[in-house]
């Protein structure tokens, strides 16, 4: 692998332009992946925010479960945000009953859990191992985590408001999840620690 990792996105639904657009300014090589010839072309993927009932669909429909499945258990570093973090969950709370994701990480995530479009926010959340202060986190009918497996590193909770302590930020392995949407703010960081992982990996 050269010094600049091929990361897709996976394009079925959500913000996939401001992913690639994040990723690229951190110096990845980013394309978005719609087939699984596409997954096999790249070194680490994200699943970015947009409607997670729909994007557990759509994953069907393009024939892409299996590939991504497989490609998890082989180690490939995933990023999930927002409705990424609910496909990369190994429970759902409030989803619908035929809604299947990846269940990569030993959590329990809500959906909606802070509400639904009108009770979107902003707030600062520190996340562990990321230098230069709180990020400045959109979150936007947003999920929290409500139990974590042993396995399972806690990066950041939100500390302010009637959702204070919640779990907004984890880490099991190779694959990363945020409720909030760092690829709308600017903030380059969480993109950069991506990269930084799938050096790694």
Same mark, same amino acid.
């Given at each position: 692998?050269?010094?600049?990792?091929? !990361?897709?996105?996976?394009?079925?639904?959500?913000?996939?332009?401001?992913?690639?657009?994040?990723?690229?300014?951190?110096?990845?090589?980013?394309?978005?992946?719609?087939?699984?010839?596409?997954? &096999?072309?790249? &070194?680490?993927?994200?699943?970015?925010?947009?409607?997670?009932?729909?994007?557990?669909?759509? #994953?069907?429909? +393009?024939?892409?479960?299996?590939?991504?499945?497989?490609? !998890?258990?082989?180690?490939?570093?995933? @990023?999930?945000?927002?409705?990424?973090?609910?496909?990369?969950?190994?429970?759902? %709370?409030?989803?619908?009953?035929?809604?299947?994701? *990846?269940?990569?990480?030993?959590?329990? #995530?809500?959906?909606? /859990?802070?509400?639904?479009? #009108?009770?979107? *926010?902003?707030?600062?959340?520190?996340?562990?191992?990321?230098?230069?202060?709180?990020?400045?986190?959109? +979150?936007?009918?947003?999920?929290?985590?409500?139990?974590?497996?042993?396995?399972?590193?806690?990066?950041?909770?939100?500390? &302010?408001?009637?959702?204070? &302590?919640?779990?907004?930020?984890?880490?099991?392995?190779?694959?990363?999840?945020?409720? +909030?949407?760092?690829?709308?703010?600017?903030?380059?960081?969480?993109?950069? @620690? +991506? #990269?930084? %992982?799938?050096? /790694?990996?």
């Amino acid at each position: 692998m050269s010094d600049a990792p091929t !990361i897709g996105v996976l394009a079925l639904q959500g913000d996939v332009r401001e992913h690639v657009a994040a990723l690229a300014g951190v110096g990845a090589d980013a394309r978005p992946v719609r087939r699984p010839a596409e997954l &096999d072309a790249v &070194d680490g993927l994200v699943v970015p925010g947009g409607e997670s009932t729909t994007i557990s669909k759509l #994953v069907d429909i +393009f024939e892409m479960r299996e590939p991504i499945d497989k490609r !998890i258990a082989g180690g490939m570093p995933v @990023y999930g945000s927002c409705a990424g973090m609910i496909m990369l969950a190994g429970e759902v %709370l409030d989803g619908r009953p035929d809604q299947r994701g *990846f269940a990569g990480i030993e959590m329990t #995530v809500r959906r909606n /859990a802070f509400g639904r479009q #009108v009770d979107s *926010f902003e707030a600062p959340v520190h996340i562990a191992g990321v230098e230069g202060g709180p990020f400045h986190a959109v +979150f936007i009918r947003a999920p929290w985590v409500e139990r974590v497996g042993a396995d399972v590193q806690v990066l950041g909770r939100v500390t &302010d408001g009637s959702a204070g &302590d919640r779990i907004v930020a984890v880490r099991q392995g190779n694959l990363l999840a945020t409720s +909030f949407h760092p690829e709308l703010t600017g903030d380059l960081r969480l993109h950069r @620690y +991506f #990269v930084d %992982l799938v050096r /790694a990996a």
